[in-house]
């Protein structure tokens, strides 16, 4: 059993099943947690979701956590003002993947796929989570809003108890990341490889993390952004 984490795949759903199927060769005995952002920017944020449904149809074991981009469509549902922010931020490409013009158009299926996505994961070694924690809060683990918008959040090991936090949200250089796991490995892991996004150089990767070895798999984007 391996246990994987990817961040970010942002609509990207060639390079998604590529770096799962091929790549990864992922078994059913595996474990795979995904952190957040499956949607916008990107050209098949239906594709990115549909592919989840069909792992976990076909029994594999996926943990999905809530990312900012899923977090703004659906309080776009809710708010006009948010509708904007979303629709800004790459709101677009995900109605066009879904062949609709309104947000509410989209499959209930789907929208109920976000509803129930989880804000952070811990584990026994790692805390899993889409941007990081708030440990300023008395309680981050409460901090909802700051699990997937926070940037640059300063660590409190008090909280961790030992455990290394890895996140996405902030895009991030292939050298940055590496660095982030060679020894001594950062206490702090950053996954989101700005998969969407062709420069700076060093972007345009979507990331996977072996929880157990520290590897690292990368897959240069397939899709058309």
């Known amino acids: 059993m391996s246990r994987y984490a990817i961040s970010d795949v942002h609509g990207c759903a060639k390079t998604f099943r590529c770096l799962v199927e ?11 947690f995904l952190l957040g952002d499956y949607i916008d920017r990107g050209p098949d944020s239906k594709g990115v979701i549909d592919f989840i449904l069909e792992l976990r149809a076909q029994g594999f074991a996926i943990t999905t956590l809530m990312g900012n981009h899923e977090l703004m469509l ?3 549902l809710k708010s006009d003002k948010y509708l ?7 709101g677009q490409a995900t109605l066009a993947s879904f062949k609709v013009q309104q947000v509410t158009d989209i499959p209930v ?15 026994n070694d790692y805390l899993l989570v889409h941007a990081g924690f708030d440990f300023q809060s008395s309680n981050p683990f409460t901090e909802y809003e700051a699990m997937v918008w926070i940037r640059n959040f300063k660590l ?11 996140h996405g949200h902030t895009p991030t250089g292939v050298n940055l990341i590496l660095n982030s796991i060679t020894r001594p490995i950062s206490p702090v892991i950053n996954i989101d490889g700005g998969c ?5 150089p060093g972007l345009g990767k979507l990331v996977a993390l072996n929880l157990d070895t520290m590897g690292l798999t990368m897959e240069d984007n397939r899709d058309e952004v």
């Not at 904007?84 to 790459?90: E, F, H, P, Q, V």
């Open 74 to 76: 659906l309080e776009s």
């Open 156 to 166: 409190n090991s008090k909280f961790t108890n030992g455990r290394r936090i890895v």
């Open 22 to 32: 091929e790549s990864l060769k992922l078994q059913p005995t595996d474990q795979l």
């Open 109 to 123: 299926t789907y929208l109920n796929f976000m509803k129930q996505l989880e804000y952070y994961k811990p584990l």
């Open 196 to 200: 969407v996004y062709s420069w700076p």
């Open 84 to 90: 904007t922010t979303w629709l800004r931020n790459g």
